[in-house]
């Protein structure tokens, strides 16, 4: 004789499970908070200290001279052909565009002035130096 059973339904779950995707959600924030400072200032260049006004980064390109004179561009190591490239690129389809020059404080004038001379000779002519805000330097 065969067994008679009654089966269950089951049923079906409509709820999401939120937990798992607010602890996601979360995990990236914390995440997205502790390095978007880093990607800000990206690169180790001690800047001279001087008065001025700020700029807005709206537009802008950042360039910068490391220590041992290094050629970076959005921070991006580049060798002197290829930022000769990108300062072309620049003059053609971005011209009104600030180049936003960073050059480390110990640093030698001349390789300063070279970059900014590559530069010039590329066609850019917005060009704004870079400092940290505090005193200027005065000469004795």
Do not use: C
Request: charged content about 20%; cysteine-free.
């Amino acid at each position: 004789m065969g067994r008679k059973t009654e089966l269950l339904q089951r049923q079906v779950f409509s709820d999401i499970n939120l937990t798992p995707l607010m602890d996601l959600t979360f995990i990236l924030l914390i995440t997205f908070i502790i390095t978007f400072p880093l990607l800000e200032s990206g690169l180790n260049v001690d800047l001279p200290a001087a008065q001025g006004t700020p700029l807005t980064q709206e537009n802008t390109i950042p360039v910068s001279v490391d220590l041992d004179g290094y050629w970076y561009v959005d921070q991006r190591r580049v060798t002197a052909e290829q930022f000769a490239a990108e300062m072309r690129f620049i003059r053609d389809n971005r011209p009104e565009a600030t180049v936003l020059l960073r050059g480390d404080r110990g640093l030698p004038y001349g390789q300063l002035m070279e970059i900014m001379q590559a530069m010039h000779e590329q066609g850019v002519r917005r060009i704004s130096l870079v400092t940290q805000t505090g005193q200027t330097l005065r000469s004795p």
